[in-house]
């Protein structure tokens, strides 16, 4: 299901390889739905600048921006501010919702962002899990360094073989259309494109046998090195 509205955010679920990945990114009718139906409070200070840039809009006669007047400017620049928090609160609250529902279905919460210190490499150079379990893996694409960046799992001892791969894309003009994931039946699991601030999440029961599932990042980039070990015991 893809929730795709312009302004707010959008919960976009879609079919992976063995589990169901979870999209946190812009554009959600939910949350233009939330902003419509929040109290009169909290909603009529934007509501009105955003009247008074729709009326100087209408006085300017669609004239191309930079001919509205900067008032109208700078009051159309916080209505933005203030739709990317509605952004940030409506995407924070699905992963507190999801995280509530694994506790009750008994799933394991896992979660990765890009380290605070290096954005190049993941927060945590391993997770650990038990083998045949259900998790649900948040990746939080927030970093100093914004950047589109993607989640894989692999199957033990491949990460080199998959990289490869990965790195011969390089060269294909199609290689963001296919979200720089390669094609390669080593891949368990992964996300779409991940834009800057957007926290993706994958649910999925783990293989039944234990071992070191490599993670990595396969977006060209800083981050292309990002990679870690899922370990998975008995």
């Known amino acids: 299901m893809d929730f795709d509205e312009n302004p707010q955010v959008a919960l976009n679920i879609a079919s992976g390889i063995g589990g169901t990945i979870i999209r946190f990114g812009p554009n959600a009718s939910a949350?233009?739905?939330?902003?419509?139906?929040a109290p009169a409070a909290a909603t009529q200070p934007t509501k009105?600048?955003?009247?008074?840039?729709?009326t100087a809009q209408r006085k300017s006669k669609f004239l191309p921006l930079?001919?509205?007047?900067?008032?109208?400017?700078?009051?159309?620049?916080?209505?933005?501010?203030?739709?990317m928090k509605i952004r940030t609160l409506f995407a924070t609250t699905c992963a507190i919702a999801l995280c509530n529902a694994a506790v009750l279905a008994a799933e394991t919460v896992l979660m990765l962002?890009?380290?605070?210190?290096?954005?190049?490499?993941?927060?945590?150079?391993?997770?650990?899990?038990?083998?045949g379990t259900k998790v649900l893996i948040f990746f939080q694409n927030q970093s100093a360094i914004p950047q589109e960046r993607n989640f894989l799992i692999l199957k033990p001892g491949t990460k080199d073989r998959v990289s490869a791969l990965a790195n011969a894309m390089l060269s294909d003009p199609n290689a963001r259309a296919k979200k720089y994931i390669p094609k390669s039946a080593d891949i368990i699991i992964h996300t779409d494109i991940l834009e800057p601030e957007i926290t993706g999440a994958m649910r999925f029961t783990l293989p039944a046998e234990a071992g070191d599932y490599p993670y990595l990042c396969t977006v060209p980039g800083p981050s292309f090195l990002m990679n870690g070990i899922l370990r998975v015991t008995k």
């Open 113 to 131: 962002k890009p380290d605070p210190s290096n954005p190049g490499i993941f927060d945590k150079k391993s997770l650990t899990a038990k083998a």
């Open 31 to 37: 949350a233009r739905s939330w902003f419509n139906k």
């Open 48 to 54: 009105a600048l955003a009247a008074k840039v729709d």
């Open 66 to 83: 930079q001919r509205i007047s900067l008032q109208a400017r700078q009051q159309q620049t916080l209505i933005t501010r203030t739709q």
